[in-house]
């Protein structure tokens, strides 16, 4: 079984960054996807950036040039620098993994969600 922790998550000003991190517990043979997503209460659950295997990170148009998503693959973590965060930033972000933790099956997990406010 594998659990995903999110930290880094908090209130911040206009304009200041955070890192969140993703860190993942359990057995893992090999990743597919490391992705970020974010949730405003009442709305759909939004792809913000993500690793797929093999290929380079990519983000939301609404995020680029702002967030970047990295990873270390040795302790199955992930990380989303936020930089020149905006109100419209404000959100629960979550992390989701696509792992094969058994060699056969590969299986889903999102972590709890971190919440993350920005201020005007």
């Known amino acids: 079984q594998v659990q995903l922790v999110e930290s880094g998550g908090g209130l911040v000003q206009a304009g200041g960054s955070l890192r969140l991190s993703c860190a993942a517990s359990g057995r893992i043979f090999s990743s597919r996807a490391m992705n970020w997503y974010r949730q405003v209460l009442g709305k759909q659950r939004d792809l913000v950036a993500g690793?797929?295997?093999?290929?380079?990170?990519n983000d939301a148009d609404s995020v680029q040039g702002r967030f970047t998503i990295s990873r270390d693959n040795a302790k199955n973590t992930t990380f989303l620098q936020m930089n020149s965060l905006k109100p419209e930033d404000t959100a629960v972000y979550y992390c989701f993994y696509i792992v094969n933790t058994d060699g056969m099956r590969w299986r889903t997990y999102w972590g709890q969600g971190t919440q993350v406010t920005v201020s005007s």
């Open positions: 690793i797929m295997s093999g290929d380079s990170p």
